[in-house]
């Protein structure tokens, strides 16, 4: 083979390979997915029994800001679990299927201790996900580490649960970042927001949150 078609071939080699980097490098997480429209009615709001709305939560330009204090009752009285001001997907709780949660958060310096997404209902115990806030580093639960240095900037969250295949899978800014089998079925749904983890709260907590969608397959 003359030097000339030697080169030919690795140039198409070559842009071959890129191209093919390019593909998987451009993927979205959520290609194959379809949209599934939300209105204001989808968007439980849940905060501290004996405090006004206004006073934990608020709404403008598209942005939801949701905070808590450490010492905050509980979202009812009958209720021993700690405090939250929470969005809760309603309308379109899930058992089986392919399904995604997507927005964008921002987290300031000092909120630590705290579950900003959730995945609500499982097989036994009352969560199958909970992705905290730890001085600004992501885990899940308070275990595996998912993304790090995310204070003071907006980053994207996008969380697939398979329930067929029992995996869920979280995504920052588009990176696949943990992947981690689920904890059974049960009736599941999507919240995010502020609440507090069993221990090492700081005293005030706070995301903010826009563009939240819901997508499946």
């Not at 749904?189 to 819901?214: I, T």
């Amino acid at each position: 083979m003359k030097a000339s078609n030697c080169y030919k071939l690795l140039i198409i080699v070559v842009i071959f390979c890129l191209k093919d980097h390019w593909f998987i490098c451009g993927a979205d997480p959520t290609d194959g997915f379809t949209r599934v429209p939300l209105t204001d009615e989808n968007f439980d709001l849940q905060k501290p029994y004996n405090i006004p709305l206004s006073q934990r939560y608020n709404y403008s330009d598209g942005i939801r800001s949701f905070w808590v204090y450490n010492k905050d009752k509980s979202f009812k009285p009958d209720s021993d679990t700690r405090p939250r001001t929470e969005v809760r997907i309603k309308g379109h709780d899930y058992s089986s299927g392919i399904w995604q949660f997507e927005g964008y958060a921002f987290v300031p310096t000092g909120t630590s201790g705290v579950t900003i997404v959730q995945i609500h209902g499982a097989a036994e115990g009352a969560t199958t996900l909970q992705l905290r806030i730890y001085d600004g580093n992501m885990r899940y639960y308070r275990y595996n580490l998912v993304a790090t240095d995310l204070y003071d900037k907006w980053f994207r969250v996008n969380v697939i649960h398979d329930v067929g295949k029992g995996k869920i899978t979280v995504f920052i800014d588009g990176e696949e970042k943990f992947v981690v089998n689920d904890q059974g079925p049960g009736d599941l749904y999507f919240k995010c927001g502020v609440y507090a983890a069993p221990a090492k709260s700081s005293n005030f907590m706070e995301s903010r949150w826009r563009d939240v969608k819901l997508f499946k397959k």
